[in-house]
């Protein structure tokens, strides 16, 4: 933090601080405070990193170039790699470059893929010269079938084949084979910056480069400032697009240029839209974008171009501050142009050298010299002030030099205006050494304004709450006093809820506990009645009633049925009955927990040394309601014996199965006749018996047992809660016994809170005061951060 002013080198712990503070608060422990950690490690960061962000061909690392005025970073027509470039500050005497290669590993897969596209067959191995040989043959035949190396996407994919597969020649030593290798400037020889730089630039070496890392002197790069040139979004190797994307995601951005081609497309692109998107989604870089419409010279020579991107603009840039368009090329060559002389044909010998050097001696026209001849016959000038012909019997670069000769700097100066470039600089220029730090800070302060307001209104209520308590003990006493009525009256309301809240979830089925035992319960019965019913014997029944009627030597099937009926209706009413009593004392000894982990509860010992005579009234309504619902299992068992309503119906099974049953025992009068029916008489059970059962868990008892806890349970908490406000004498005299003790506890307890609650205001005053110290040496007056101050107390 050594670049912050002196009255901010303390800024971190003092919002540590006030962040501190805030979490010890229950009470406002649910603030988000991320944007306010965000914006602390922004403004205190001594790097602040700009990425350029942007399709291939969008002209980023021409703009950076003009940016910083020096010719560092490679640009030309089409897809380069996916070099990502980081350019810092160094002393002058200090200017170094660091040079990462892709490893051989990923030079091969760009090659397959830009043989895939190209239509070649798949590259086995570029070790081979044979093979390098044939694919740059191949490239160039499609180059010139194209017409010029950026006539088409293909031709431009053909020219970045052969320009990785020459980088990988020339370079095969410092490549491993799967690892990428970093590499010093000394460790080429290079003596300065320019030289590394114009290695690193040469299209062939920036094809096998993973990364470049420049430290160069400009002012612009001082104050930690680092300038990011990332891959294009629309690379065709998809990982090297998603390098940008993670770039503008990544928590050490912090500003974004987005250089955007619509002034040459005419509208914004797809990866375009989805840049502006995810740019959005880092909360890192807020509203630090700066928007940049390069290639802007298209625009001058069509109209339709020019009229859709100001309707872009005014569409979808509401806020043009940081909107700019611009043309890279002609701006930065346009302050190149100012070191060149008619000796060196502006430029033609010295800048634009390689790019001159033709086949056959022959001299090609560099793409600026093209664009600039074009400028002279675009409109563009004033016809008073520049009197310029561009002649069909000279060449581009004749004319080039001609023009510059006649013209001079006034010619030059207006070409660097009209590129905008000049406004892009010096407003980012502005904003990096004037506006950047303030800025950060300003958010910084705004996102900690509304917890400094919360921490503040929070131990004023505190404040004033404890400072409003007695201080005598006799005054304690009393104030407690006062409030034992209204406490009484709370408590009585508490468990008259609670109980009706309990009532209400057992109705609802949303008490799970009960609910688990209701279904054992039904489990019960089922499993109760299919053991009856295969146990269930004929001979025993035949036994029971011929033992009834003495005289008679058999008994009918009826007199069987009977006898079934009665034993299987009672055998159920005992394990309901036994069910019912497990129900309720499960559900009595959970509420019982309940109420005694409650906070009322403890109030009410706390006030009485007793329950209140709770406990008592919960086991005596237990008891009620178990006895009710005893009564009620014996009242619906004892239905059981009576047959269903259908079971004789005509055109039922039961009485088929009945009547075929009665023919079975119908063929002798002995007992041997009935106990081979057995099996018959079992199924006839069965299906009289299933049913009522059914209805009986499934239905009807469940809404008894309801309808009892409720009619039981219900007035039972409303007049409980009404007794323990009648407990008020008794409170009275067990408060007073204990009250003095408690009154000289709680008026320490209170000054002990009085002392803390200063001790932090205390605390957070020292923070926000070091805070608005830093804010007010950045000028920010109207961003200044409460204090907590004696007379708003």
């Given at each position: 933090?050594?670049?912050?002013?002196?009255?901010?080198?303390?800024?971190?712990?003092?919002?540590?601080?006030?962040?501190?503070?805030?979490?010890?608060?229950?009470?406002?422990?649910?603030?988000?405070?991320?944007?306010?950690?965000?914006?602390?490690?922004?403004?205190?960061?001594?790097?602040?990193?700009?990425?350029?962000?942007?399709?291939?061909?969008?002209?980023?690392?021409?703009?950076?170039?003009?940016?910083?005025?020096?010719?560092?970073?490679?640009?030309?027509?089409?897809h380069a790699t996916g070099t990502e470039c980081k350019i810092e500050y160094a002393p002058a005497n200090e200017e170094r470059v660091v040079l990462t290669f892709l490893s051989e590993a990923e030079i091969r897969e760009q090659a397959v893929f830009l043989c895939q596209q190209l239509g070649f067959n798949t590259v086995k191995n570029i070790n081979k010269q044979d093979v390098i040989d044939l694919l740059h043959q191949g490239c160039q035949a499609i180059i010139q079938q194209e017409g010029g190396e950026s006539k088409s996407e293909r031709a431009k994919q053909a020219k970045a084949l052969i320009l990785l597969l020459e980088g990988y020649v020339a370079n095969r030593e410092r490549i491993n084979t799967l690892n990428n290798a970093t590499y010093s400037m000394e460790q080429f020889n290079f003596i300065n910056l320019k030289e590394a730089a114009e290695y690193a630039r040469r299209g062939s070496n920036s094809a096998?480069?993973?990364?470049?890392?420049?430290?160069?002197?400009?002012?612009?790069?001082?104050?930690?400032?680092?300038?990011?040139?990332?891959?294009?979004?629309?690379?065709?190797?998809?990982?090297d697009a998603q390098l940008t994307y993670a770039k503008i995601q990544h928590s050490d951005t912090s500003a974004v240029v987005c250089v955007l081609k619509?002034?040459?497309?005419?509208?914004?692109?797809?990866?375009?839209?989805?840049?502006?998107?995810?740019?959005?989604?880092?909360?890192?870089?807020?509203?630090?974008?700066?928007?940049?419409?390069?290639?802007?010279?298209?625009?001058?020579?069509?109209?339709?171009?020019?009229?859709?991107?100001?309707?872009?603009?005014?569409?979808?840039?509401?806020?043009t501050s940081r909107v700019y368009k611009t043309s890279g090329l002609l701006g930065f060559y346009g302050s190149q142009l100012k070191q060149t002389t008619r000796l060196d044909r502006f430029g033609l010998d010295s800048i634009f050298a390689e790019s001159v050097k033709g086949l056959d001696a022959k001299e090609e026209t560099p793409q600026f010299v093209n664009e600039f001849n074009r400028y002279c016959t675009s409109g563009k000038l004033s016809p008073s002030q520049f009197r310029i012909s561009v002649n069909s019997f000279e060449t581009p670069n004749q004319n080039y030099v001609r023009i510059l000769s006649e013209q001079g700097t006034p010619l030059i100066n207006q070409l660097i205006q009209d590129s905008?470039?000049?406004?892009?600089?010096?407003?980012?220029?502005?904003?990096?050494?004037?506006?950047?730090?303030?800025?950060?800070?300003?958010?910084?302060?705004?996102?900690?304004?509304?917890?400094?307001?919360?921490?503040?209104?929070?131990?004023?209520?505190?404040?004033?709450?404890?400072?409003?308590?007695?201080?005598?003990?006799?005054?304690?006493?009393?104030?407690?006093?006062?409030?034992?009525?209204?406490?009484?009256?709370?408590?009585?309301?508490?468990?008259?809820?609670?109980?009706?809240?309990?009532?209400?979830?057992?109705?609802?089925?949303?008490?799970?506990?009960f609910e688990a035992d209701f279904r054992q319960l039904q489990s019960k019965m089922i499993r109760r009645l299919d053991e009856l019913l295969d146990s269930f014997s004929v001979a025993d029944a035949y036994r029971r009633a011929t033992l009834s009627h003495p005289r008679n030597a058999t008994a009918p099937l009826l007199a069987i049925l009977v006898e079934a009926f009665y034993y299987l209706s009672n055998q159920l009413e005992d394990i309901l009955i036994e069910s019912c009593e497990q129900v309720i004392a499960n559900l009595f000894r959970q509420i019982m927990e309940k109420i005694r982990k409650s906070e009322y509860y403890r109030q009410l010992y706390r006030l009485l040394g007793n329950d209140g005579g709770i406990e008592l009234k919960i086991k005596e309504i237990e008891k009620l309601i178990s006895q009710a619902l005893v009564t009620a299992a014996s009242v619906e068992c004892d239905r059981f014996v009576r047959e269903s309503p259908r079971f004789y119906d005509e055109?039922?099974?039961?009485?088929?199965?009945?009547?075929?049953?009665?023919?079975?025992?119908?063929?002798?009068?002995?007992?041997?006749?009935?106990?081979?029916?057995?099996?018959?008489?079992?199924?006839?059970?069965?299906?009289?018996?299933?049913?009522?059962?059914?209805?009986?868990?499934?239905?009807?008892f469940r809404q008894t047992i309801n309808q009892t806890i409720k009619t039981h349970l219900l007035p039972m908490g409303e007049k409980q809660g009404d007794e323990i406000l009648q407990l008020y004498p008794h409170a009275r005299a067990y408060l007073e016994k204990t009250l003095q003790q408690e009154a000289e506890e709680k008026i320490a307890n209170n000054q002990r809170l009085l002392n803390q609650v200063e001790e932090k205001i205390q605390e957070y005053n020292t923070a926000v005061l070091g805070i608005n110290s830093c804010l007010q040496a950045m000028q920010l007056y109207e961003h200044l951060l409460p204090v907590i101050g004696g007379e708003e107390v």
């Open positions: 933090m050594s670049n912050l002013a002196p009255q901010c080198q303390q800024l971190q712990s003092q919002v540590e601080s006030i962040l501190q503070l805030l979490h010890q608060e229950a009470a406002l422990r649910s603030q988000d405070i991320t944007s306010v950690q965000i914006s602390l490690d922004k403004a205190i960061s001594p790097r602040f990193e700009i990425v350029f962000a942007g399709a291939f061909s969008a002209g980023k690392s021409m703009l950076i170039n003009a940016l910083l005025e020096r010719e560092l970073l490679y640009s030309a027509e089409g096998v480069l993973k990364r470049i890392e420049y430290y160069c002197y400009h002012p612009l790069l001082e104050d930690g400032n680092i300038i990011i040139d990332t891959p294009g979004i629309d690379a065709p190797v998809e990982k619509p002034a040459s497309a005419g509208d914004m692109t797809k990866e375009e839209t989805e840049l502006l998107e995810t740019m959005r989604e880092n909360a890192g870089i807020r509203d630090r974008v700066f928007y940049i419409f390069n290639r802007i010279d298209e625009t001058w020579y069509n109209n339709q171009l020019k009229q859709r991107l100001e309707d872009l603009i005014n569409g979808q840039f509401r806020d905008g470039i000049e406004e892009f600089r010096s407003s980012i220029t502005r904003y990096l050494t004037e506006e950047k730090r303030p800025q950060l800070f300003k958010n910084l302060a705004d996102d900690l304004e509304d917890i400094c307001i919360k921490i503040k209104k929070h131990y004023q209520s505190v404040q004033r709450d404890l400072d409003s308590q007695p201080r005598e003990i006799e005054s304690m006493k009393e104030y407690e006093l006062q409030k034992l009525n209204q406490q009484l009256q709370q408590v009585g309301r508490d468990f008259h809820q609670h109980i009706n809240d309990e009532v209400n979830k057992i109705i609802n089925n949303h008490c799970e506990d055109g039922t099974f039961s009485i088929y199965q009945f009547r075929q049953t009665l023919q079975q025992t119908s063929q002798a009068y002995d007992a041997e006749s009935i106990r081979d029916a057995e099996p018959a008489i079992r199924q006839l059970l069965k299906l009289d018996f299933e049913p009522k059962v059914e209805v009986t868990i499934r239905k009807s």
